[in-house]
């Protein structure tokens, strides 16, 4: 039995850091970014970004150097980026 847990932690740990991998990498990052962006520019904003961290061990997107525009079509206005 003991045995076995060990062998399951172990390849839970193996799948998380795989799931890790290929979450954080390019492609998925700029389907990420791509999504971001196409969501904000239908409400008039405009990002750019220029990559997506994703943290380790908990829930979270950093986002790298964002740079944020309004369009006439948003309904807030910013005066500076």
Do not use: D, W
Not at 24 to 43: D, M
Not at 63 to 77: S, W
């Amino acid at each position: 039995m003991r045995k076995f847990l060990i062998s399951l932690g172990i390849l839970i740990v193996i799948l998380y850091a795989g799931l890790h991998a290929v979450v954080a990498s390019s492609p998925i990052q700029r389907r990420v970014l791509s999504e971001i962006q196409r969501v904000l520019a239908e409400h008039g904003i405009e990002v750019s970004m220029e990559s997506i961290e994703l943290s380790a061990f908990a829930p979270r997107l950093y986002l790298n150097r964002v740079i944020v525009k309004t369009t006439p079509k948003a309904e807030i206005q910013l005066e500076h980026p």
